[in-house]
T-cell receptor, first 113, second 114 residues
Framework: DQQVKQNSPSLSVQEGRISILNCDYT??????FLWYKKYPAEGPTFLIS?????DKNEDGRFTVFLNKSAKHLSLHIVPSQPGDSAVYFC????????????FGKGTKLSVKP | DTGVSQNPRHKITKRGQNVTFRCDPI?????LYWYRQTLGQGPEFLTY????????KSRLLSDRFSAERPKGSFSTLEIQRTEQGDSAMYLC????????????FGSGTRLTVV
């Protein structure tokens, strides 16, 4: 039973446009959410996070939105660049879990020049 | 500091053999985590250490798996009597004690059991 779901295995976007990656979760105990980016042959790299007390967090071209009532979060990348092409993982945690993360299956983003 | 280092990068072993992987975390990080990632899946938590103490183990970590962090620095993950289902990428990560802004992952060890 997947607690963190990324229902789109892949997404293709034109350079300069917005990329929107979606993530849904089922466990209402989750109170911290993170996005990681992974290039081939490398480990995941932390991108951005959001606490459940917020509904938006922004860092440069990356913004994460959290809708607690819908148990849904999204990552917006604006503008998208070819170097953003990677697999993006959504992850969730509850503070009581000592920081162990539950990951989704990932979405492969391709940004075309 | 060069980040989290994992060795070897690749390991091919015959079914039934034992294998051991090593992880060197970022030096000031108290916490060290092991995750496993199979094809088409996200990383799955296996176990974590705070300093030298192993504080949590996933049910994925069968009794063939053992992890140690003897002096609170590097860690080893051993798999005994490997099975084909153990083929995966084994990822190590480290973080500060209260580090909620994500872990730093290593590049992983890819295990293939033939």
């Amino acid at each position: 039973d997947q607690q963190v779901k990324q229902n789109s295995p892949s997404l293709s976007v034109q350079e300069g446009r917005i990329s929107i990656l979606n993530c849904d979760y089922t466990n209402s105990m989750f109170d911290y959410f993170l996005w990681y980016k992974k290039y081939p042959a490398e480990g995941p790299t932390f991108l951005i996070s959001i606490s459940s007390i917020k509904d938006k967090n922004e860092d440069g071209r990356f913004t994460v939105f959290l809708n607690k009532s819908a148990k849904h979060l999204s990552l917006h990348i604006v503008p998208s660049q070819p170097g953003d092409s990677a697999v993006y993982f959504c992850a969730a945690s509850s503070l009581g879990s000592q920081g162990n993360l539950i990951f989704g299956k990932g979405t492969k983003l391709s940004v075309k020049p | 500091d060069t980040g989290v280092s994992q060795n070897p990068r690749h390991k091919i072993t015959k079914r039934g053999q034992n294998v051991t992987f090593r992880c060197d975390p970022i030096s000031e990080h108290n916490r060290l985590y092991w995750y496993r990632q199979t094809l088409g899946q996200g990383p799955e938590f296996l176990t974590y250490f705070q300093n030298e103490a192993q504080l949590e183990k996933s049910r994925l970590l069968s009794d063939r798996f053992s992890a140690e962090r003897p002096k609170g620095s590097f860690s080893t993950l051993e798999i005994q009597r490997t099975e084909q289902g153990d083929s995966a990428m084994y990822l190590c990560a480290s973080s500060l004690l209260q580090g909620l802004d994500g872990y730093t992952f290593g590049s992983g060890t890819r295990l293939t059991v033939v």
